[in-house]
């Protein structure tokens, strides 16, 4: 109870879109929302998806152009 976790997902030095169950939840500069993400913010190395809660979830991206 009352657990929740971080996700990491690499840059590989490019801006990124993050997608999370099929839902745009990072737009290359900023969070927008995703069911069970409180927030999330980067670093130069990595977009930080912070106070995930237990559950299944599948992470994809592609590059910002």
């Known amino acids: 109870a009352g657990t929740s976790g971080v996700v990491a997902v ?3 030095g490019a801006r990124r879109v993050v997608y999370v169950n ?3 939840a990072w737009s290359g500069t ?3 929302r995703a069911r069970g993400i409180e927030t999330a913010d980067q670093d ?5 998806f912070r106070g ?3 559950g ?3 992470f ?3 590059t910002k152009r």
């Open 10 to 12: 690499p840059r590989f």
């Open 22 to 24: 099929g839902v745009k």
């Open 30 to 32: 900023r969070f927008l």
């Open 44 to 48: 130069g190395t990595y977009i930080y």
């Open 52 to 54: 995930v809660v237990p």
């Open 56 to 58: 299944n979830r599948t």
């Open 60 to 62: 994809t991206w592609r």
